[in-house]
């Protein structure tokens, strides 16, 4: 069985990570998103897979090629304009040639959950439900018997707890199907259109309710999540360099070539990448993860973060809850406020966040004593002078004195 992962969409509610990237390639546990999907599939003996790229899709082919090192074989098709799912699935209609696996590339999955989806395997389209207390945002299906009978999209109020989780099994007949899909309300071709097409028709489609991993990345912060999840099953490997005095505990990855210099205490999980510089006496506290060749300096304490690579950290900093993005560059006595349950705006619209820090684009560079607000993010290729207090989001390339 071939897969397909949809990945072309912009992921405008992950900005401005997702100015430069994709959101599938954000790094979760050191790695982008889709490498976990894939590994998955791999591991579940999948290993045809075809991508469905658009925005940046240069940094997705350049990390994957053709699959070979991840023991897969990758083909690529474009969706340059953002159409809907149904769309993004037609576009691979000419390399198919049976029944098919479709999957989001934003949502993070084990080997147990494709294991389940292929083991239900059911009637003419077999979907993916997750269980959720809170449904509140999500597309809903109403079932009898493991037949689903309705898909609805984002009700207003509760009326199922199973979720939707965008992971489907189709036969190539569902591309006759997308042919006769009307344009929703907002603009686009939707699969659960599609779906639901299909049910009022009388074709058989079922469900498999998934006891296994299914996380939906929809905001930056939601990395975090997925960070905190990944590392719990990381293995104790240290291959860098560990000087005398450093303290140790659970399961803590050092990757080549890095240093942790004495008296750093490091709480695991943890993964420190390649080529780094640690320490000394700075404390790593549980789901943390620090990209290749970044610098921590003296007496930082970090905790529940993702640091992208190339990031450089200066002396007695304190970082909690957030995401920094790559080449960044970060005086000392820099400082993350800490919030919960916050509302935070994005293009007039306000999201949920139940706890965070900062979240910072790529590129920036910040000069000493730099305390950035909860939930308040810094953009790329912006400039903050020292001292300075950050009230508010900083756009792209902004001066802050």
């Given at each position: 069985m071939k897969a397909v992962i949809l990945s072309a969409g912009e992921g405008l509610r992950c900005r401005p990570l997702t100015l430069t990237r994709s959101k599938v390639i954000l790094p979760v546990a050191n790695k982008p998103l889709l490498e976990h999907i894939i590994k998955a599939l791999a591991e579940n003996g999948i290993r045809e897979i075809i991508l469905v790229v658009g925005y940046k899709k240069e940094r997705i082919m350049d990390h994957f090629g053709d699959g070979m090192g991840f023991?897969?074989?990758?083909?690529?098709?474009?969706?340059?304009?953002?159409?809907?799912?149904?769309?993004?699935?037609?576009?691979?209609?000419?390399?198919?040639?049976?029944?098919?696996?479709?999957?989001?590339?934003?949502?993070?999955?084990?080997?147990?959950?494709?294991?389940?989806?292929?083991?239900?395997?059911?009637?003419?389209?077999?979907?993916?439900?997750?269980?959720?207390?809170?449904?509140?945002g999500y597309g809903v299906l109403i079932s009898e018997f493991g037949r689903v009978t309705k898909i609805l999209e984002k009700p207003k109020e509760v009326v199922s707890h199973i979720i939707n989780a965008g992971i489907y099994i189709f036969s190539p007949d569902i591309f006759e199907e997308i042919?006769?899909?009307?344009?929703?309300?907002?603009?686009?071709?939707?699969?659960?259109?599609?779906?639901?097409?299909?049910?009022?028709?009388?074709?058989?489609?079922?469900?498999?309710?998934?006891?296994?991993?299914?996380?939906?990345?929809?905001?930056?912060?939601?990395?975090?999540?997925?960070?905190?999840?990944?590392?719990?099953?990381?293995?104790?490997?240290?291959?860098?360099?560990?000087?005398?005095?450093?303290?140790?505990?659970?399961?803590?990855?050092?990757?080549?070539?890095?240093?942790?210099?004495?008296?750093?205490?490091?709480?695991?999980?943890?993964?420190?990448?390649?080529?780094?510089?640690?320490?000394?006496?700075?404390?790593?506290?549980?789901?943390?993860?620090?990209?290749?060749?970044?610098?921590?300096?003296?007496?930082?304490?970090?905790?529940?973060s993702i640091l992208m690579n190339d990031v450089r950290i200066g002396s007695n900093s304190y970082i909690s809850n957030s995401i920094i993005g790559a080449n960044n560059t970060i005086g000392s006595h820099f400082s993350t406020e800490v919030g919960s349950e916050l509302m935070i705006e994005m293009k007039g619209i306000l999201h949920h966040a139940d706890m965070l820090g900062t979240v910072i684009g790529d590129d920036n560079t910040l000069a000493i004593r730099v305390l950035i607000k909860a939930g308040k993010m810094i953009s790329n290729n912006c400039s903050v002078e020292a001292g300075v207090t950050v009230h508010k989001d900083i756009p792209p390339g902004s001066i802050v004195v």
């Open positions: 023991g897969v074989n990758i083909s690529y098709v474009f969706q340059d304009a953002q159409l809907g799912t149904a769309h993004a699935v037609k576009q691979v209609k000419e390399y198919i040639d049976g029944d098919f696996l479709v999957l989001n590339g934003d949502n993070l999955i084990d080997a147990g959950t494709i294991a389940e989806m292929l083991a239900g395997k059911k009637g003419a389209v077999t979907l993916l439900g997750v269980e959720r207390e809170q449904t509140l042919e006769r899909t009307p344009l929703s309300e907002t603009g686009e071709y939707a699969i659960t259109d599609t779906i639901q097409q299909m049910i009022s028709g009388g074709k058989e489609v079922t469900m498999v309710i998934s006891r296994s991993m299914w996380i939906d990345a929809v905001h930056s912060w939601d990395f975090l999540k997925a960070n905190a999840i990944l590392l719990e099953g990381c293995k104790k490997d240290v291959k860098g360099t560990v000087e005398k005095g450093v303290t140790i505990k659970g399961n803590v990855s050092v990757g080549e070539n890095s240093l942790v210099r004495s008296g750093c205490y490091i709480i695991g999980p943890v993964t420190i990448g390649k080529n780094c510089d640690i320490g000394p006496n700075t404390v790593i506290l549980p789901s943390t993860a620090i990209g290749d060749n970044s610098s921590i300096g003296p007496s930082v304490e970090i905790q529940n």
